[in-house]
């Protein structure tokens, strides 16, 4: 298991990006599945960069593994800011047309569509989202 | 070097998206945007070709295109890898999105 944490702003999207970059890409998911976690991830830590914290912000935590049988991609994200779950937001409903689009949600939506399992408890303080994603020997 | 750039001519205007269009950048290519309402533009071309990465604040970008630039445009994606496409899909864009291989003015 490897770790990071830092502040939650967005300062730090860059490097915690790269975080799971370094990561992953040698992990044996292929370009189209890379893109799509990348996507995923990249929702879950800006909502916990615009969301989790007032002025006095706080820390987000990253935690990536790999674990066997079957082999699969552990994600876990943490914040310790207000007690918020991103996956009771309504899907947002894709099949309206374009004028009458919400754009709020997509993000959230499309990890869940990405993700084979995007879980959300809520334990010490702390929200914890943990996401993982299956890997298919090539 | 920014990873967006546009070019209008007539009614068409043309964005060109480079490698990653995400949270640090989709904010400035939706400003760009803004500069496109009023001019009377029938189509906006997002070129992908060398696009290698799109996430919801970037579709949020497109979809201001398609909403706020004028009542008609017809948004295009052009040349974009599969997963890029496939990206499209799984949110319904492909619905109000023109998707193809080439562009022809």
Do not use: W
């Amino acid at each position: 298991m490897e770790k990071i944490e830092l502040p939650a702003i967005e300062e730090n999207f860059e490097t915690l990006m790269n975080f799971l970059e370094e990561r992953v890409d040698q992990s044996g998911l292929n370009a189209e599945n890379l893109m799509l976690l990348k996507i995923a991830f990249e929702e879950i830590i800006i909502n916990v960069i615009h969301y989790a914290y007032g002025e006095g912000g706080g820390p987000i935590c990253v935690l990536v593994d790999f674990l066997e049988d079957p082999k699969r991609l552990f994600i876990e994200v943490r914040d310790h800011g207000i007690s918020f779950n991103p996956l009771e937001r309504a899907d947002p409903d894709i099949h309206v047309p374009a004028e009458e689009r919400n754009i709020g949600g997509l993000g959230i939506f499309m990890t869940k569509k990405i993700m084979d399992s995007v879980t959300y408890r809520r334990e010490d303080g702390m929200n914890i989202l943990t996401m993982i994603e299956g890997i298919t020997e090539e | 070097m920014s990873n967006f750039s546009i070019e209008v001519s007539g009614t068409v205007a043309k964005v060109t998206l480079v490698d990653k269009i995400d949270t640090t950048n989709a904010p400035a290519l939706a400003e760009e945007l803004k500069k496109l309402i009023g001019q009377n533009l029938e189509r906006v071309v997002f070129m992908a070709n060398d696009l290698k990465y799109i996430s919801s604040a970037g579709l949020r970008a497109i979809v201001f295109a398609k909403q706020k630039i004028g009542q008609n445009v017809q948004v295009y994606l052009i040349g974009a890898a599969k997963e890029i496409h496939n990206v499209f899909k799984m949110t319904g864009f492909d619905s109000f999105v023109k998707i193809q291989d080439t562009y022809e003015d």
